[in-house]
């Protein structure tokens, strides 16, 4: 056991070294993006097909492709389509179902993806003459389609704690690679700072919400891996090191989003788990907590020299002269109400898909997204809409009173809530953690003749 414990630490420092290999490389030959994309592509496609996804190989690669998203689209430049970090979690969810099939009990998904039709139909009556109606479509409709898909193959299905675990390794490295590339690639921190806003320069010249968003996937999957994965002193540090670091890098975009996404998942994790292991183990975990909540403090510390005391002003929601601003959303709530408006004047079917930045220019001469996909799935959808949205909350909750094994279950379900009401589904990383708290997480088989073939 001792020796395939060591194994495990090994493959896991081997993946940390080559995912921060393939960050710098891709720093120094940026072309080589388009490179780690395609090759990640390939990879996991003949992978999937040579086990015919014996152990989940599928739901791995999408774990990998979604954590990996946003870096794929900040380094592929033009030739890697926008939408193609969804596409790619679909194709491979798709090809899981291939092999392996989909739960009997997941009737409620499929009549989610059936509501969503009807928006679609009536967006060709209502978009503009002008407006591309296939890529508003799609644009609009790839990440509640993604969830679909996911969920259809994960719901009720069943996957040990090793299994489960691997997918928070496939959801951390990608992350690794991004963040390594942030600390070569943005500049010195004081020579760009001019305010309290998300600042695109030290997010890699991308979105700030977007990068916050993966760097959080990258802080969650490693608290998760300081309590499962902490029996080496010389691991748990490792991880120590690393959450500092994308803790930092995530606080430093200036994106409150991400970060305090990955705070409240990551507690409600340790919750979860602190209740599930013995009286004995929950004193290691108090250690853990404190040198953890320690760590943080330094980063935060270390974060508020190096912004010179703006990140501080940025999460009291003051500006740069230390004023308060008056509205805590930065202006999503009128976009939010706007969008209500739509669905209360038409409450059947909506304004159509894709139609809400049209609509609301039309009518109060706003043009901008509210990045909540509540509100827009309300207002394009109309009642179809609130259906598929009831479906989306109640049915993993109704799952959970009868399977309560999964202890990630209200860290990913929460990931979902949490991303959607401030980054929309521009990302297919709500769409796939959400569809993990459907996952039927079981107990590995004891094998004696194995544990006596593997024991020092």
């Excluded at 998203?69 to 979690?89: D, H, N």
């Excluded at 968003?213 to 748990?236: D, E, H, P, W, Y």
């Excluded at 609509?359 to 996909?373: F, P, T, W």
Aim: glycine share 8%.
């Amino acid at each position: 056991m001792i020796k395939l414990f060591k194994n495990y630490n090994k493959r896991y420092l081997q993946l940390i070294g080559l995912h921060a290999a393939i960050g710098f490389a891709i720093y120094l030959f940026r072309f080589l993006g388009l490179f780690y994309f395609l090759g990640s592509i390939v990879f996991f496609v003949i992978w999937t097909f040579q086990t015919k996804n014996k152990n989940n190989q599928a739901l791995l690669a999408a774990a990998y492709m979604t954590a990996g998203e946003v870096f794929f689209r900040m380094t592929g430049g033009s030739i890697i389509p926008w939408e193609a970090g969804k596409y790619s979690v679909i194709c491979f969810i798709l090809i899981g179902l291939f092999f392996s099939g989909t739960s009997r009990k997941s009737a409620p998904y499929w009549l989610y993806l059936i509501l969503l039709i009807p928006g679609v139909i009536y967006a060709a009556e209502t978009l503009n003459f002008d407006t591309n109606v296939r890529k508003a479509v799609i644009f609009n409709l790839s990440g509640p389609f993604c969830l679909g898909i996911s969920a259809l193959y994960c719901y009720d299905r069943r996957i040990t704690r090793k299994q489960l675990h691997n997918v928070v390794w496939c959801l951390l490295m990608p992350v690794i690679a991004l963040s390594i590339y942030l600390l070569f690639f943005t500049p010195d921190t004081r020579d760009v700072l001019n305010g309290t806003q998300s600042n695109f320069a030290l997010s890699g010249g991308y979105g700030p919400n977007q990068v916050s968003t993966a760097l959080g996937i990258g802080m969650f999957a490693l608290v998760v891996q300081l309590f499962v994965n902490s029996r080496n002193k010389l691991i748990f540090f490792i991880n120590l090191g690393l959450l500092m670091f994308l803790a930092y890098r995530g606080i430093i975009t200036f994106s409150r989003g991400g970060v305090l996404t990955a705070a409240l998942i990551s507690i409600a994790f340790i919750v979860m788990y602190f209740q599930g292991v013995s009286g004995r183990k929950r004193n290691a975990i108090s250690f853990y907590l404190v040198i953890i909540g320690g760590a943080i403090a330094i980063t935060w510390l270390i974060s508020s020299v190096r912004t010179m005391g703006l990140i501080d002003l940025r999460y009291a929601n003051k500006d740069a002269a230390g004023r308060i601003k008056e509205d805590l959303s930065t202006g999503r709530e009128e976009l939010i109400t706007s969008e209500l408006t739509f669905f209360v004047n038409n409450p059947i079917l909506g304004i159509g898909v894709g139609k809400t930045k049209e609509y609301r220019e039309e009518k109060l001469d706003i043009l901008a997204a509210s990045h909540n996909e509540i509100s827009r799935l309300l207002s394009e959808h109309g009642v179809f809409g609130l259906l598929a949205l009831f479906i989306l909350v109640l049915t993993p909750l109704f799952f959970r009173i009868g399977n309560r094994n999964n202890y990630l279950f209200y860290s990913f379900y929460g990931f979902w809530f949490l991303t959607i009401n401030h980054s929309s589904m521009r990302v297919a990383a709500p769409a796939f953690i959400y569809a993990l708290a459907l996952l039927n997480v079981i107990n590995e088989k004891k094998n004696t003749l194995s544990r006596q073939q593997i024991s020092p």
